[in-house]
């Protein structure tokens, strides 16, 4: 908590990567759920990860916060990406991010994305949620792009656990608010998420700036649907476990055909994170490598 909440610490942890590793950019070093802490949920985090203080339903709504009671929470953020951007050298860019309503929701019902499917049946209060929710991202995002961050990522990793169609129905006309008051300064990364679900033209049109997909994509078909702003993705981030012959030859494969691919605006990275335990050498050689077929 000390690490996101203290500007000085969490621009050091954001430069970290850059500097060890040779990164292009950096991101905010903050906590997707830091807006329901704000609305009032309780935030801890343990060896075992985050918890919220309660889960939201029907009966215990009226207990969140108001958005202005909320905001003030959410002010450090602002502080961190500034303390960042004095730290970051010119020629590296500055990430910001939020998660996405769908993500949070799922975090607010059910205390952990993983249990996505059981907020599906929480529906019904999604949109309720949302009312609440949506004014204080527009918020947050207003503070992070006025405070240095170019782009603005919004991270729904519980997503893909929605049918296509419900995916269409109750998350898409929340992302087309944010997009169409922040044109083309968002990106959208969705985990699992399959080509159901963003063949639509909130995502193949001009709504963001960029999207991002997972490793369970081919890029190929990323780069064929998705025709404007930038593709973000997408090497299994398990193959970086691997020792280091193996791991040359898993990205070699993974390289050449987007080498001669003639596809701008590639934003080449892992399908979802770098794993615990993830030799940093290992994260080395992935920098190199790119760098080496495609310069």
């Given at each position: 908590m000390d690490l996101c909440k203290r500007p000085e610490l969490a621009a050091e942890v954001a430069l970290g990567p850059v500097l060890d590793f040779d990164f292009d950019a950096a991101i905010l070093f903050s906590d997707l759920l830091f807006p329901l802490e704000a609305l009032g949920m309780g935030l801890q985090y343990t060896d075992h990860g985050p918890g919220l203080g309660w889960q939201l339903n029907q009966h215990?709504?009226?207990?969140?916060?108001?958005?202005?009671?909320?905001?003030?929470n959410l002010l450090f953020q602002g502080e961190a990406l500034r303390a960042t951007r004095d730290l970051l050298p010119q020629d590296r860019?500055?990430?910001?991010?939020?998660?996405?309503?769908w993500t949070l929701f799922v975090y607010a019902v059910a205390g952990s994305h993983q249990r996505a499917l059981a907020a599906a049946n929480e529906l019904s209060l999604f949109a309720r949620f949302c009312g609440r929710l949506m004014p204080l991202l527009v918020r947050n995002i207003e503070l992070q792009l006025a405070s240095g961050a170019e782009l603005v990522m919004l991270f729904d990793t519980a997503a893909g656990n929605l049918s296509a169609e419900a995916f269409g129905s109750e998350v898409v006309p929340q992302l087309e608010l944010?997009?169409?008051?922040?044109?083309?300064?968002?990106?959208?990364?969705?985990?699992?998420?399959?080509?159901?679900?963003?063949?639509r033209p909130l995502f193949t049109g001009r709504s963001w700036s960029g999207v991002a997909v997972d490793h369970d994509w081919d890029l190929r078909d990323a780069f064929e649907l998705f025709s404007h702003g930038f593709i973000q993705g997408n090497f299994d981030p398990a193959h970086l476990l691997l020792e280091r012959a193996d791991l040359k030859r898993r990205l070699l494969d993974f390289?050449?055909?987007?080498?001669?691919?003639?596809?701008?605006?590639?934003?080449?990275?892992?399908?979802?994170?770098?794993?615990?335990?993830?030799?940093?050498?290992?994260?080395r050689l992935f920098v190199n490598t790119v760098r080496e077929v495609l310069r």
């Open positions: 215990n709504f009226s207990s969140l916060r108001s958005v202005d009671e909320a905001w003030p860019s500055l990430i910001g991010f939020v998660g996405g309503p944010l997009t169409a008051k922040f044109p083309s300064q968002l990106g959208y990364y969705s985990k699992g998420t399959k080509h159901a679900h963003l063949r390289l050449q055909p987007l080498a001669t691919n003639g596809r701008s605006g590639w934003v080449c990275g892992l399908g979802h994170g770098v794993l615990p335990t993830t030799p940093e050498e290992n994260v």
